[in-house]
Nanobody
Framework: QVQLVESGGGLVQPGGSLRLSCAASGFRISTYVMSWYRQAPGKERELVAD????????KYADSVKGRFTISRENGKNTVYLQMNSLKPEDTAVYYC??????????????WGQGAQVTVVS
């Protein structure tokens, strides 16, 4: 069974840090682009960061550049999001995504259940 399970969310004060983990099972992430998205109440889901299969290419949303770091350990089938200098506007449910679009064959697009991150004084 294919699963993505996020962990590491919680309540933190402004300026604090959290590290999200996303553990995959039922498939190997090594051939997938892995991404973190977030959705705040009343807002659309937005891309936070993504990382290519080997980690050679990484992209961040402007709002998190310099504060968040995405990384992956293909051997552990896990992707991470280190979040530093957190702000109240970072409050959201954070989702892990695995995407593979082969030249031939079926597109694979998997989502985790989400992890709540709340930044409040």
């Amino acid at each position: 069974q294919v699963q993505l399970v996020e962990s590491g969310g919680g309540l933190v004060q402004p300026g604090g840090s959290l590290r999200l983990s996303c553990a995959a099972s039922g498939f190997r992430i090594s051939t997938y682009v892995m991404s973190w998205y977030r959705q705040a109440p009343g807002k659309e889901r937005e891309l936070v960061a993504d990382i290519a299969t080997t980690g050679a290419s990484i992209k961040y949303a402007d709002s998190v550049k310099g504060r968040f770091t995405i990384s992956r350990e293909n051997g552990k089938n896990t992707v991470y999001l280190q979040m530093n200098s957190l702000k109240p506007e970072d409050t959201a449910v954070y989702y892990c995504n695995a995407l593979r679009i082969p030249i031939f064959g079926q597109r694979n697009d998997y989502w985790g259940q989400g992890a709540q991150v709340t930044v409040v004084s």
